[in-house]
């Protein structure tokens, strides 16, 4: 009797303890499964597509983005994608412009169309813009921050003051020549500025 009575006793008591290990082995498993998989989902990197108006003018372009202001972070992607010798100041770069209230998009643009982002210039000369390159000398930096300054200064004081907004009206003071040959400046600034304009931002 006593023995019918612990077999009554035991044998629900050993599938209760299974039953018991097994949930608790699944509850954890699951568990560990769900983090390493917010893990994975959090280290993952974002990518957001930034569309921005295209005025073709000198003043701030409007940027629509849900984060953060992107323009610097665009800048430096764009730098690092063609290896430009810039890279290390792009920051540097959206900073100095608009500082003066010049959209950084232009000059950019200036700077692919001049001298491939700084890859063509005069050796040790930090002049992307072709800013005072010509025929009676060259116009040289001691760094590429001295030359966005002065770039800064003069699409400021000589172009977006005097109301010459766009690359066409840029062109017949800046490289008038241009204008002789059906305007090829202002289309080879217009080109890379809509590049830019419709780059994807990767952020990490």
Known sequence: MKRLLILFVWFPTTLLTIGVSLFFYFYYSFNL?????????????????????????????????????????????????????????????????RAYGVDPIIPLAIAQCESNLGMKTPENCYNPFGLGIHSAGTLCFQNWEEGYEKMAKVLKSKYLDQGLTSPEEIME?????????????????TQFMEEIQTLTIRRK
Request: glycine content about 4%; some cysteine; proline content about 6%.
């Open 33 to 97: 499964l769900a983090q390493e998989k917010l893990k994975q989902i959090a280290e993952k990197p974002r990518y957001y597509q930034m569309y921005m108006s295209v005025p073709k003018t000198l003043g701030i372009s409007t940027v629509n983005i849900q984060t953060d202001d992107a323009i610097p972070e665009l800048i430096a992607q764009y730098l690092q994608k063609y290896h430009s010798p810039m890279a290390q100041s792009a920051y540097g770069f959206a900073e100095t412009f």
């Open 173 to 189: 003071k800046y490289c008038p020549l241009s204008v002789e040959k059906g305007g090829s400046w202002a289309k080879c600034v």
